[in-house]
């Protein structure tokens, strides 16, 4: 499986998304997942286009990942 991992984000818990996402890309590569950081520095998330992956795990804290932003915009491109 494709997993895109969303990590980092722009609130003051970025540091501690940026380590638990990356301990994240690693388990589930231990698992045989084709797995990827996917630093998310704005709302727009460039790298979430068609196709791009067959699911994102959101590992982001605060705004916009915690809030529902991230999975609305996952929603509305399709990736579950």
């Known amino acids: 499986m494709r997993i895109a991992v969303l ?11 940026l380590r638990s996402g990356r301990a994240v890309v690693e388990a ?21 286009g068609p196709g ?3 699911a994102a795990f959101i590992a982001l804290h605060g705004r916009f990942g915690e809030d529902g932003g991230v999975q609305e915009l996952c929603s509305l491109r399709g990736i579950p």
């Not at 990590?7 to 998304?17: A, D, H, K, P, T």
């Not at 589930?28 to 979430?48: I, Q, S, Y």
């Open 28 to 48: 589930l590569r231990a698992k045989g997942h084709e797995a990827w950081p996917v630093d998310v520095r704005d709302e727009r998330v460039e790298e979430l």
């Open 7 to 17: 990590l980092g984000g722009f609130s003051s818990e970025r540091e501690v998304s």
């Open 52 to 54: 791009c992956c067959d």
